[in-house]
Structures are given as C-alpha cells and as structure tokens.
C-alpha cells in the first residue's frame, strides 16, 4: 500500500511565518544569561557609527525619537533591546528618481522593487542596462553590510546584496547598510518576519501602487537580542527552513509519483491489464451487435436520422493489442457528439432569474474535479434558440485551449461553442468509465494530434467523432472503474 505522506497537510508558509515570529519574540531559542546583553552591543554600535561619522565616511542623521511602548508589538527577554533601523544602519536610501540613459551594449542592470526575490537580484528579459559612465553617475555606495528591499508594489521584497554584484538602483529598490555584518544576517529575517510585514503594511500608502517611504523605513522598531543569542537564532532559524524545505520537496516529488501512478493505472486499464477478464462476460462485439440492431429498428422507425457513417479502423491506427473480448471502436459510433452555441450578444440573454437556464462556461469548473455543480450565470429561455441544451449525466468536452479536459454534468443547462457534449453513450459506456477513457493517454494522445489551430489549438466534433476508443464488455468496464477507485483510495490515505 502507498500512503499518503502526513507532510502534505502542512501549511508549510504558515510554518515559516510561524517560526520568524517565535524568533522575533525570543520563544525560538533559550536565552543564555553568559551572553552580553544588546544594551552592550547597541553601545559598541553607537560608538563605530560616531567614528564613521567623525571620519566622514558617512552623515550625521536627524535623531529619531525614542520608541514608544504603544510601537512594540509584543514583550521581549530582558537581555533584548527595541532599536530603530536607522540606529544600526549606516545609511538607509533608494535609487535614481528619474530614469538613466541606458545601453543596449551596457553591462551594468538597471534594478528596481520587481528585481528582488526569493533573496536574490533576479535578471528578467525586461531588465534594462546602463554602461560605466552612467553608473559612475548615478553610483551608490553598497557594500556586504547591504540588504536590498522593494519599496513598492509588493512591498518588503528582500535580497542580499553581495559585494562583487556592480548594480544601478532605480526609485522602487531600496537599501539599508548596516554599521556591523554581525547583525546582518539577524535583521535580515526581521525584515522577513510577519511582525515587520505588519508594520510596513500598516505604513504603506494607500494607492493604485503600495508605497513605504524611507522615513517609515529608518523608523522601524525591532527587536534586536544579544550577538551570541543572535547567531543561535539564525541558526535555528535557517535548520527549520531547510526542514519545511524538505517537507516541500517531499511533497512535489509525493505528487509527481501520484501523477504517474494514476497515468499508469489508467494506461494498464485500458489495455485491459488492470483487471482479468471473465469468460462469462458478453464480449463487446455482441454488445455493438445489438446496439447496431436498435439502432436500425429507431431509423426504420423514424425516431432518430441516419448517420453518416465513420471509416473502417486500419491494424495502423490501433495503439496497442486488447483482450479478444474487446473491441477498438470510433468515439462517435453509436453515441452522440455535438458543440455548443453561442447567443450574441450574450449580455442580452443573461438573467438574473433564479428560473433561468443554467449557462454552464469554462469558469464554472473546479480544479482536479470531474463533475460541473453549478454556475455563476444563467441565460433566458430565448437563448436556446442560439446554444444547445444539456442534461445531467451528460459529458462536457472543452474543445479549446485546454482542450480535451473531460467533465460530468450534474445539472442541467446550456452550453457555449467552446464546449463539446457527448450523450447518448450509456447502452455502450459505463458514466465513470467514459470519463477514466477521455483522461487516459490513449485518448489525449489522439486529441493532441487531431487539434488544429496555430495560435490556440482546439478540436471539433467530427475529429473527436473519428478517435477510437478500446471498448470492453459492460461487466468489465464496471470492475475496471471500482478497481481503479480503490487505487485512488489508498493513494488518498
């Protein structure tokens, strides 16, 4: 049996979330009374700032006001400080307000907000370049003390900044240069934790664009612990990242072996090794025998119109050999397949009458299932003069785009051009077989080299009328369908 990895359920970017904020608050580690409190620390950081400054190699900032108790959001050990941003950071800024001369030829990217993710400077196809002479220009002084932070759009965006990376910053990126790299990789996850996206959201304007100016940057409020204690937090910190990332891996490649287990398990049933056969079974070509003799006696009748009928199927066309019992059948033999219709303009035909027919659309599917429950418009009965009625039970091809995509109706309603329907098929298909049928290889194979279109590929009801189908005895099909129910089962525990 194959058991479903209990890691699945996880909520794994909950549990980062969860595991900075213990950090935050000093709940992720013990706090070690031998460690020198931050108030040291913040001492010793005060004291290189002041020289740094008296050396000119950075300005004297306006100071901040002290932090109020109203700003922290949560107690602290006692050996922890709350500090403003700027109070650790030798500078705090952003990039070019404006826009540079750029070059095709250039080497240097021109970053901005969009650029950082996931830690890194990403380089995109869109990213533009500026040569030397323009960087000089507009150069800004970053160092390995560097973290860089998107100051609009999706806001707090962060990326390490590494000191052999020759970058331009526009407007949108951010920066902050810490006064020691020992704090670095420390306030780097505070300015990833849930506490500071709270702060910058509370912040941010409130327009079209999300803005944090530099102002509400410099006066961030957060915690800062003793140095040792510091390193025992990033520590522990980045062995809980690198388990959730475990647990993530585990689950891709959980769902990557579920997928081709499910593929496999419909290709051997629908070769007809998925389950014996059984001699007492009525082989398929009796079924097609009398589904034929009906079918004449309702032309002779006049009840239904001859069809035209579909070519032979060559030994070339067949895929793959099949128990004698079965037979290798054209799709649109004794069943039937129609496409749907549109009225136009459809905002004339719409209602909101809870009496109106259900107007069944590609947005009215759900992920990974394979029934249509309900929909979000319905349409006037004069619409049906333009679409074509459906009924429950019915199955839903979508003929374009992501073509082929089979669904079974549980209401009734009307349906859209971009839809095919197939009915009429229970005397020759058992409901839930037809579905596994349409989602086996066997049969995207055939869609995929029968849809035409150069942009968008679709598929039309005489191609889908000309794919042909294994067809095993009624009896058989229904064992094929409890069988390949119970696999999905035990993959599901």
């Known amino acids: 049996m194959i058991m479903k990895n209990s890691s699945l359920s996880v909520d794994t970017e909950k549990l980062r979330k969860k595991i900075l904020d213990l950090a935050m608050r000093g709940k992720l580690v013990p706090q070690d009374s ?9 001492e010793k950081i005060k004291e290189e700032k002041a020289q740094l400054i008296k050396e000119k190699k950075i300005k004297k900032s306006k100071p901040l006001p002290e932090i109020t108790e109203e700003e922290k959001p949560f107690e602290i050990p006692e050996s922890w400080e709350w500090v403003r941003l700027e109070n650790v950071a030798s500078s705090i800024g952003d990039g070019l307000h404006g826009t540079p001369k750029y070059d095709k030829n250039g080497e240097i990217p021109f970053i901005n907000g969009s650029n950082l993710k996931n830690d890194k400077i990403t380089i995109t196809d869109n990213t533009k370049y500026i040569n030397d002479e323009e960087y000089r220009k507009i150069y800004v002084n970053l160092n390995q003390s560097t973290i860089l932070m998107s100051l609009n759009g999706t806001l707090g965006n962060l990326a390490k900044y590494r000191s052999n990376e020759k970058i331009s910053l526009g407007k949108s990126a951010g920066y902050i240069s810490l006064i020691t790299k020992d704090i670095y990789d420390f306030v780097y996850i505070s300015l990833k934790s849930p506490m500071f996206k709270a702060y910058y959201s509370k912040k941010a304007t409130r327009t079209t664009i999300k803005n944090i100016s530099l102002k509400d940057i410099r006066s961030t409020p957060i915690p800062l612990p003793p140095l040792a204690e510091q390193k025992r937090i990033v520590a522990k910190v980045e062995e809980c990242m690198q388990a959730i990332k475990t647990i993530e891996d585990s689950s891709k490649e959980y769902e990557k072996l579920e997928n081709q287990l499910d593929k496999k398990v419909l290709d051997l049933a629908m070769r007809g090794k998925l389950v014996p056969q059984d001699s007492q079974d009525e082989p398929a070509s009796t079924l097609l025998e009398k589904i034929k003799e009906e079918k004449a006696q309702l032309i002779k009748e006049k009840k239904i119109k001859k069809s035209k009928p579909l070519p032979e199927i060559t030994e070339e066309e067949k895929p793959f050999e099949i128990p004698e019992s079965w037979e290798w059948v054209r799709l649109g033999e004794n069943i039937q397949i129609d496409r749907g219709g549109s009225p136009r303009p459809i905002k004339s035909y719409l209602t909101d009458d809870e009496n109106g027919i259900n107007w069944i659309k590609i947005g009215d599917t759900k992920e990974n299932s394979k029934y249509i429950t309900s929909t979000k418009e319905k349409i006037i009965p004069e619409g049906l003069k333009k679409t074509r009625l459906v009924n429950k039970g019915d199955f839903l091809l979508s003929n374009s785009m992501s073509f082929g995509r089979p669904y079974i109706l549980k209401i009734d309603g009307a349906i859209h051009d971009g839809w095919l329907v197939i009915s009429d098929f229970v005397s020759m298909l058992d409901n839930d077989f037809l579905y596994y049928l349409l ?55």
């Open 34 to 42: 031998q460690d020198e409190p931050a108030s040291v620390l913040l």
């Open 439 to 493: 989602s086996s290889k066997v049969i995207k194979d055939q869609f995929a080299r029968l849809a035409t279109g150069s942009t968008v590929k679709n598929l039309n009801k005489d191609r889908v009328s000309r794919v042909i189908i294994p067809l095993p005895p009624l009896a058989e099909q229904k064992r094929i369908v409890a069988k390949i129910e119970e696999i999905k089962q035990y993959l599901e525990i």
